[in-house]
């Protein structure tokens, strides 16, 4: 292991916001150079920072930084930045692959422009990148590629729901896989780096909602697991999918991550990719109030709801739910919290639905009964939601109103 990060020069990419930039932020702290590899230098109407934002930032935490406009589906603009960043600092140490792109639809609702910015980014953006930073690498004196991807889990539910997005994200997986064989006798360091539970990003936000933020950990767990990942000895640690607590608990001895909680006290998401986390999926236990609502029938659930219509709940939340059960006799409902006092019925709405959920009975009635939390349910692959992400995080919401009031 090695003392510190000082002077060592570290490309990221995508490190103008997130968990890339928290990531410089950490090796700023110890004086290191960080070679900002973004796409955004003008600000973003609804996303916070730019390149020369994160620059001043890392310069006030104690590091020297070069932005660099970098979109890394080119390999012009890639090769540019690690020429001048080479240029700059005399060489290069490091590269954290953090760049990119999420679609959680399924096949049919993946449009092609989609599938190919998802596996541009990611997969081909990732071995891009380490392709070009190899003859760099050779020459450090501690050399580390670290990607921000999961563990390779073949459990077919991670596939079914988005499968798009997992291929992608699987392929810097698999470069981790291939790449830390290839480069054992150059002495890089080639490891992958995922969170345990949810992570409060800019993707968080897209794909969910302020309550889905509350129940997630900040970006400082991941760059501090990082920091301990990138400071040992290169031909120490390779090949390896490490998750961040697993490695402050091995490096640092760490048992409470209370600090690093959005909201402590609130149960935390579990991240996609993760099986052994199956047992939390369901949060703190309620009392079920649905016990008509038995096997594959949801008429009782659905009965429990009628409880909350009212001219007020329409007004705060003007959308129409359709569910989808899967597996109960009675297949399609609907909930109108957009027209009069709101109804909810079985059969297909007579108009536009603005939020489709589809899951099985078990799923819906423990959702009814507060035993399963729908950001749980969908952060696990047991519920599919297509149309407006946030109307159906709003369901969440609607669960603790129907649990205080039966």
Known sequence: ?????????????????GIG????????????NVIIAAKTAEPHPKLPGTIYTAAKEIEQAGGQALPCIVDVRFEDQ??????????????????????SAISLTGTLDTNMKKYDLMNQ????????????????????SNPHILNLSPPLNLNPKWFKNNLAYTMAKYGMSFCVLGMSEELKE?????????????IATDAIDFIGSVEMRKQSRTTDIMADAAYQILVKD?????????????????ELGMSNFDKYAVEPGNPLLMDFFLDDVEGQESLPMGKD?????????????????????SPELVQKINGVYAFKITDANITDWYLDLKNG?????????NGQVNCTMTMNSDVFNKMISGSMKPTMAFMSGKLKIKGEMGLAMKLEKLMSSLKSKL
């Open 1 to 17: 292991m090695i003392k510190n990060l000082a002077g060592k020069t570290i490309f990221i990419t995508g490190a103008s916001r």
């Open 121 to 140: 980014v990611n997969a081909r953006g990732t071995f891009l990148c380490s392709k070009l930073a190899i003859p760099y690498l050779k020459k450090s």
């Open 186 to 198: 150059d002495g890089i360091a080639v490891n992958a780096l995922w969170p345990r539970t949810a």
């Open 234 to 250: 290169a031909k120490s640690i390779s090949g390896k999918f490490l998750i961040d607590e697993d490695v402050l608990k091995s």
């Open 341 to 349: 006092d709101g109804k909810i019925d079985s059969g297909v709405f």
């Open 289 to 309: 109030d649905t016990s008509s609502a038995s096997g594959s029938d949801v008429t009782g659930s659905m009965n429990a709801l009628k409880k909350l219509l």
């Open 78 to 99: 890639v090769s540019k930045a690690f020429e001048d960043g080479a240029k700059k600092f005399g060489g290069i140490d490091i590269l954290v692959n953090n760049a």
């Open 21 to 32: 930039k928290a990531i410089a932020m950490r090796c700023a702290r110890d004086g290191a």
